[in-house]
């Protein structure tokens, strides 16, 4: 696997239809897709279709909530230890916080967004700004970092395809 996008926990209304960022104000597809981290549009109903690109989605936290602010200390550590296991188990070459908030209570330590200096189950670990806001402004910014975790799964590839792993 490629890449794993790790979200904070799901929102109500992407359980409701069983479909990964759902939410009418995320942004997560149209950013993915414009950074340039899948060749082509699509949205949360078509979700599954990451992974012909080598792309695994999944959540710190599996408890659906309104907003994170819901969630418990006992949510994050229960969260840290089965992710901690995925993550062991399906080895990305990169690893992708959709928002500090998801890596902050993962790692138990501030971030900032973009590269992260330590690998994670050796892997490249990288911080983008939350995609699940109203906020128009922020696009920009957002595409700008998942332009460059694009890039970082490119060089990623090319680096262990020259390695011969």
Known sequence: MKLVIVGCNPSESSVRVGHYYAGRVNQ?????YKGGVVPEPF????D????????????LVKRPT???AELTREDFAEGRIVLS???GEYTPHVIAFNGKLAFEQFA???CKFGLQKDLLYGARVYVLPDTNTQDPQGNS?????FRKLAQLVSRTETERATKGN
């Open 66 to 68: 309104k907003t994170p």
């Open 85 to 87: 296991q995925r993550l």
């Open 28 to 32: 997560f597809w149209p950013v993915l």
């Open 108 to 110: 138990q330590r501030k």
């Open 43 to 46: 949205d949360y109903h078509d």
């Open 141 to 145: 910014e957002r595409v700008r970092h």
């Open 48 to 59: 599954k279709r990451v992974i012909e690109f080598g792309i695994g989605l999944t959540d």
